[in-house]
């Protein structure tokens, strides 16, 4: 593996990061303040400006890979620009890279048909309309997402919905004209994993209720939000479903790959960010008769933050060159990983760095408190932690024969030769 960027990756990092320097950062204090002074599920006027920016500059829809409908980047060309928009929770969608939007085009990409693509998949390339994705429900521990409840029955040439979703990412948002829905169609298969399917719900549709909006730890995270919604006899066409009937699991396995992946990705940028201002705000304050730099404690999780942020990346790196050039389904032991890993060390550098700034850090002055609540709700969104620890484990245990080994090699390492002794099977209990 060879993780160095190249020449194509290295011109649009410096692109991405002079627009962030020019147009991100100066602006963050004012996109926050349009959002509270309007309606703040509409798009706020400067956040329609930068992304007109970021198009003419053709920074421009990055994501994508294996698709002539984005710039044709790997996933792991990709990473670098997807952390340097991370840094702030509002730089994403100003280059059309945002969550659910990202991953639902992927979606329609892979799995849509041509009239899918046309309706709905352009105007979101285009950033013209946003989506939301409804997978997680209320009554059900949807991170078995065998569990859903919700039903697609078919009647005629229609499917009819009925269920309740909650934590829909984007439904909020008066742009949000599509959403993906997973529901089952055959719960009485027997195979747990083909008994779902997935649906494309256009949101005006007669029945769909949103119920509330849900704030993360009392972020409403506006414009896109999180919401509530129910679905009350929604019927859409036969046409609008995407793949065939139970292809539904294999269809978000699919799609939470690469969503997993940015996630992590925007969170080691986020990371970064916490880093920095740890770092100058204790250059800048004196306790004690010395600067809070210079305090051991300080420095000691000044470079263990360091040292977790090389780490988390240097894992994220692998997945990605993983997924380009295994694919996703091979990847899944890195990803997993990279779902634990990550957001884990963000809410502790961000934590870091709250400590740091003191009393300030809880304020809203310095975005710290609205980037741990996002670290940390990445620690179950698309799966918890617990989870993926789960699905880790089973694939490590795959690696080996049940024979127990001395030098701790996989299945495939033949016994250790000590000079005409093979170890023996050791006894466990």
Known sequence: MY????????????????????????????????????????????????????????????????????????????????????????????FNC??????????????????????????????????????????VASSDATNIETRIQRDGDDYVINGRKWWTSGAMDSRCKILILMGKTDPDNPNRHEQQSMVLVPKDTPGIKIKRMLPVFGYDDAPHGHAEVHFDNVRVPISNLILGEGRGFEIAQGRLGPGRIHHCMRLIGASERALERMCRRSQTRVAFGKPVSEQGVTQERIAESRIMIEQARLLTLKAAYMMDTVGNKVARKEIAMIKVAVPNMACKVIDWAIQAFGAAGVTTDYGLPHAYANARLIRIADGPDEVHRAQLARLELKDYDGTPSIHGGNAHVPPLDMGGFIEKPLLIV
């Open 3 to 94: 993780f160095e960027y190249n020449d194509k990756s290295q011109q649009l990092i410096a692109q991405v990061r002079a627009f962030m320097v020019e147009h991100i950062y100066p602006n963050e204090a004012e996109m926050f303040a349009q959002i509270d002074a309007g309606d703040r599920w509409a798009p706020y006027p400067l956040l329609e400006e930068l992304k007109a920016k970021a198009k003419d500059a053709g920074l421009w829809n990055l994501f994508l890979p294996e698709s002539d409908l984005g710039a044709g980047l790997t996933n792991l060309e990709y990473a670098p620009l997807c952390e340097e928009m991370g840094r702030s929770l509002l730089a994403p969608e100003v």
């Open 98 to 139: 945002s969550a659910p939007d990202t991953g639902n085009m992927e979606v329609i990409a892979r799995y849509g048909t041509e009239e899918h693509k046309k309706q709905w998949l352009n105007p979101l390339l285009n950033g013209e309309i946003r989506s939301a994705f409804a997978m997680t429900e209320i009554e």
